[in-house]
């Protein structure tokens, strides 16, 4: 077995002749919550095909900390969850009038906090009873269309192939749909690793990052700074993606996709990433879930399990 530190010498090199057939990244033009992402400060994040073995899965997951599997669900599915979400909220005004739910295209509104979910409850103004796409989405996370979509065989069936001596793969109950609107001023998901938050049991959950919808480049989908497994332990994160790759992380550049309805994202627990801001000129809502798979039969943070 090569060492980890050659793995992601020849991970990098590989980064550098993979590339998008329609995107070039010196034409991207993102950003973090802070400024704009330079073409030389990103990768692409290759993906895994949806035949991948769990094997091929988790070595990805435990070498390079992140790896992005195509269609692990139907597209179907994970479109009609998309459409029954947009469907819930939209007695708020999120949605740009005339348009189809299921493309969630955001009304335009310049102050975005009036359209925040449980995920942005520390940036809404004014009581959260009076926020009605607040109390819509709140209540959307308990909705049993909800519970079921974060629970659906498709990914629980890809944990056991991932882990296959888990005894018992289950989803944790704490799962969170987050939006990423577009063009909302500093919300884009600032640069942390997951124990952070789940450090109440052993780093070995798994996180499966899901877009529900497709989420091209533009739309704010996560990125994942390269080779940083190592890294988390130290500690030293920002809300500056851009600043933090330079300065912390040694010049590492950010790893983005082109995720599609259907695709799903496992990271390991100590992979450093952020999301970028939503610049879709379309307008598009980013509305992805986050979940985290455990071994019932072994220890976990039992607090995310409420
Ligand atoms: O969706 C986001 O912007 C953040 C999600 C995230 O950090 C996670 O799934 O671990
Ligand atoms: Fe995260």
């Known amino acids: 077995m090569p060492s980890i530190s050659q793995i992601q010498k020849d991970a990098a090199v590989e980064r550098e002749t993979w590339q998008h057939p329609n995107y070039k990244?010196?034409?991207?033009?993102?950003?973090?919550?802070?400024?704009?992402?330079?073409?030389?400060?990103?990768?692409?994040l290759k993906p895994l095909p949806?035949?991948?073995?769990?094997?091929?899965?988790?070595?990805?997951?435990?070498?390079?900390?992140?790896?992005?599997v195509k269609g692990v669900m139907p597209r179907e599915y994970?479109?009609?969850?998309?459409?029954?979400?947009?469907?819930?909220?939209?007695?708020?005004?999120?949605?740009?009038?005339?348009?189809?739910?299921?493309?969630g295209i955001y009304?335009?509104?310049?102050?975005?906090?009036?359209?925040l979910g449980p995920e942005g409850a520390a940036f809404i103004k004014g009581p959260r009873e009076e926020n009605a796409h607040f109390m819509l989405a709140t209540e959307a996370h308990s909705a049993p269309w909800a519970r079921e979509f974060a629970?659906?065989?498709?990914?629980?069936?890809?944990?056991?192939?991932?882990h296959p001596q888990w005894k018992d793969p289950f989803c944790m109950?704490?799962?969170?749909?987050?939006?990423?609107?577009?063009?909302?001023?500093?919300?884009?998901?600032?640069?942390?690793y997951d124990h952070i938050f789940l450090r109440g049991g052993p780093p070995t959950f798994l996180t499966a990052w899901v877009p529900i919808g497709d989420c091209n480049p533009n739309q704010g989908g996560l990125m994942y700074l390269e080779d940083t497994l190592e890294m988390a332990a130290q500690g030293f994160l920002s809300r500056d993606?851009?600043?933090?790759?330079?300065?912390?992380?040694?010049?590492?550049?950010?790893?983005?996709?082109?995720?599609?309805?259907?695709?799903?994202v496992f990271h390991h627990s100590f992979m450093i990433h952020a999301s970028g801001r939503n610049v879709d000129p379309e307008g598009r809502i980013r509305l992805s879930a986050d979940l985290r798979f455990a071994d019932r039969a072994a220890a976990y943070d039992r607090r995310w399990d409420k």
């Open 241 to 264: 993606a851009v600043g933090y790759a330079r300065e912390v992380g040694g010049g590492r550049r950010w790893l983005i996709g082109d995720y599609e309805a259907g695709d799903a």
């Open 151 to 162: 629970e659906n065989q498709y990914l629980v069936n890809a944990a056991k192939r991932i």
């Open 50 to 68: 949806a035949d991948a073995s769990g094997e091929e899965i988790l070595r990805e997951l435990e070498t390079k900390g992140v790896a992005h």
């Open 107 to 115: 009304c335009g509104k310049e102050d975005t906090t009036e359209f």
């Open 25 to 44: 990244l010196s034409d991207l033009k993102l950003e973090s919550s802070v400024g704009s992402i330079d073409g030389s400060q990103i990768a692409w």
């Open 173 to 192: 109950r704490r799962q969170i749909f987050r939006s990423n609107l577009p063009f909302a001023k500093g919300t884009a998901t600032g640069v942390h």
């Open 78 to 103: 994970v479109l009609d969850m998309r459409r029954k979400w947009f469907e819930q909220v939209a007695p708020s005004g999120v949605l740009k009038e005339g348009t189809d739910p299921v493309d």
